[in-house]
């Protein structure tokens, strides 16, 4: 009785202790899915804002669009209208601070203003120094106030990106040799709690696979359960997170491009947790039935 | 049936625990095994039932050239012996039903078979009455006839057994014997390692005697 106690434990420890191990890197590559969801939402477009005098006639406003469209370098040139950048303020700022919305003097200096996409992708180098050089050129256009973009900590973000990556690689390795060890130690005290039943069974001829099969059944199970776990407890956080996003954060309005993992990653972390069992446990019982009975006598 | 040529076994330091063994025991014969304790009869036990490899020489069991035997072919080898044990080496959680199966389960014999030789046998070791119960419930005579069925059950040509009663009293000892006496009248080899001279006497049969790991009288 004793000793079932004891082996209900141990595998109890080694199944929270796995599981807690495969959180942080099915939590890790949640994050890291979101993040790069993030990344290509604020980033999708490399904009440049400028915001344009109050002076401005339509025409004037229309030829610094052309003037700008003909520069190789851009991709394409929207105008944000006065009245359309009011009632985008007033729709953010509604739920925030209606008192905001409402305050004209406050709403009578919301200028007009160009975005400018420029033809590149985030991340590439050459990129950001076109940004600074075409921000540079609009800042000299008769016209325009004031050049914003928001790049540089967008491709600082990337570049964060990137560590996050290369973090969660390295968490993966560790995550793997923690399961290994983990799960070994399970398998390694359920062989010697199995010894003479083990003993029995080389000595009635069983073969190498009829007798390590339990054990690797019962790694791969163990790596399962765990990972399915995993999975539960990273979407029960990815749904509290969602909601989160959808409540007190609102403001981000990053909710709907937050996302689960897919069907083909979800099945990658099964065939990872179900491989690091058995793996495990076959490192321990590859030595079973290559005279692992003793006899007892005295010889 | 079991043939020893010249065969030497040492362990690191160096322990030579068998020392030129010389010994041959044909088909159907009974033949007693005799020795102080540590005088290497279980060394020589692990060497028949591949529990261990010969340093030199050669070893033929059932036609089985052990000397070279890959650890592939093991089980396969040990399906057609038996080997007995002092401390009969049952299987707690199984009856005595499922332990006398069990050379069967793993040879993927038909549940059907099944059910239909091991009782043949429980019978033959006086033990039909006792099918479904555990090893927990049965005096160590039973225990060690429940585990000589589980040896022959397979149809062995060689059964060897260690000090099958060294754990029972005198009366039960007979009983064992008497048994193993039958087994060897059937056909089967039957190879028995024991310290009980006085049971060796009353038996009347060939004695190998081992004393620091060499026979004593030759083959």
């Given at each position: 009785m004793r000793e079932l106690r004891q082996r209900f434990l141990l595998r109890l420890t080694t199944f929270i202790t796995l599981t807690a191990c495969f959180t942080l890197l099915t939590a890790g590559s949640l994050g890291l899915l979101n993040l790069v969801n993030v990344l290509s939402y604020w980033g999708e477009e490399i904009q440049i804002t400028a915001y344009l005098s109050a002076e401005m006639a339509p025409t004037q406003i229309d030829a610094l669009k052309e003037r700008i469209k003909s520069d190789s370098r851009v991709d394409k040139v929207e105008l944000i209208s006065q009245e359309e950048a009011l009632e985008d303020f007033r729709g953010q700022m509604a739920s925030y601070a209606p008192d905001l919305a409402k305050d004209q003097e406050l709403?009578?200096?919301?200028?007009?203003?160009?975005?400018?996409?420029?033809?590149?992708?985030?991340?590439?180098?050459?990129?950001?120094?076109?940004?600074?050089?075409?921000?540079?050129?609009?800042?000299?256009?008769?016209?325009?106030?004031?050049?914003?973009?928001?790049?540089?900590?967008?491709?600082?973000?990337?570049?964060?990106?990137?560590?996050?990556?290369?973090?969660?690689?390295?968490?993966g390795v560790i995550v793997a040799l923690a399961a290994l060890l983990v799960v070994g130690n399970a398998v390694r005290a359920s062989v010697e709690s199995r010894r003479s039943e083990v003993e029995v069974l080389e000595l009635v001829g069983a073969t190498s696979w009829m007798i390590r099969r339990p054990f690797l059944v019962e790694g791969a199970s163990l790596g399962f359960l765990s990972i399915c776990s995993a999975l539960i407890v990273s979407s029960v956080g990815f749904l509290f997170m969602k909601n989160l996003f959808k409540t007190e954060l609102q403001f981000f309005q990053l909710s709907s491009h937050l996302e689960f993992l897919g069907p083909l990653q979800i099945a990658i972390f099964l065939v990872f947790g179900i491989g690091m069992g058995a793996l495990a446990s076959y490192l321990c019982v590859r030595r079973v039935n290559s005279g692992f009975a003793a006899s007892g006598g005295q010889g | 049936m079991i043939e020893f040529s010249h065969v030497y076994k040492t362990y690191p330091g160096p322990v030579h625990a068998l020392k030129n063994i010389d010994l041959r025991i044909d088909k159907g014969e009974f033949v007693f095994l005799t020795g102080p304790s540590g005088a290497g009869k279980t060394t020589l036990f692990r060497m028949i039932s591949a529990f261990d490899h010969v340093t030199s020489g050669q070893l033929v069991v059932a036609n089985?050239?052990?000397?070279?035997?890959?650890?592939?072919?093991?089980?396969?080898?040990?399906?057609?012996?038996?080997?007995?044990?002092?401390?009969?080496?049952?299987?707690?959680?199984?009856?005595?039903?499922?332990?006398?199966?069990?050379?069967?389960?793993?040879?993927?014999?038909?549940?059907?078979?099944?059910?239909?030789?091991?009782?043949?046998?429980?019978?033959?070791?006086?033990?039909?009455?006792?099918?479904?119960?555990?090893?927990?419930?049965?005096?160590?005579?039973?225990?060690?006839?429940?585990?000589?069925?589980?040896?022959?059950?397979?149809?062995?040509?060689?059964?060897?057994?260690?000090?099958?009663?060294?754990?029972?009293?005198?009366?039960?000892?007979?009983?064992?014997?008497?048994?193993?006496?039958?087994?060897?009248?059937?056909?089967?080899?039957?190879?028995?390692?024991?310290?009980?001279?006085?049971?060796?006497?009353?038996?009347?049969?060939?004695?190998?005697?081992?004393?620091?790991?060499?026979?004593?009288?030759?083959?």
């Open positions: 709403l009578s200096l919301i200028p007009s203003s160009l975005q400018i996409s420029l033809a590149g992708r985030l991340g590439e180098p050459a990129t950001s120094e076109q940004i600074e050089d075409v921000a540079k050129e609009l800042r000299g256009y008769e016209g325009i106030e004031e050049v914003r973009y928001g790049q540089e900590w967008v491709q600082k973000y990337g570049a964060f990106l990137t560590l996050i990556r290369r973090g969660l690689f390295v968490l | 089985q050239e052990l000397t070279q035997i890959s650890s592939a072919d093991v089980p396969a080898f040990r399906r057609r012996i038996g080997v007995v044990f002092q401390d009969f080496k049952l299987l707690k959680n199984l009856t005595v039903f499922q332990n006398v199966a069990l050379p069967l389960k793993v040879l993927g014999e038909k549940e059907q078979n099944i059910r239909r030789r091991v009782p043949d046998f429980l019978e033959k070791v006086g033990l039909s009455h006792k099918s479904d119960q555990y090893p927990e419930s049965l005096s160590g005579g039973e225990q060690q006839r429940t585990a000589i069925a589980r040896a022959l059950i397979h149809q062995p040509g060689v059964l060897i057994a260690d000090e099958p009663t060294g754990n029972l009293d005198p009366r039960l000892s007979e009983e064992i014997m008497d048994l193993l006496e039958k087994v060897c009248a059937q056909g089967t080899t039957v190879f028995v390692a024991t310290h009980d001279h006085e049971m060796v006497k009353r038996r009347n049969k060939r004695t190998v005697s081992i004393r620091a790991g060499e026979l004593e009288g030759g083959r």
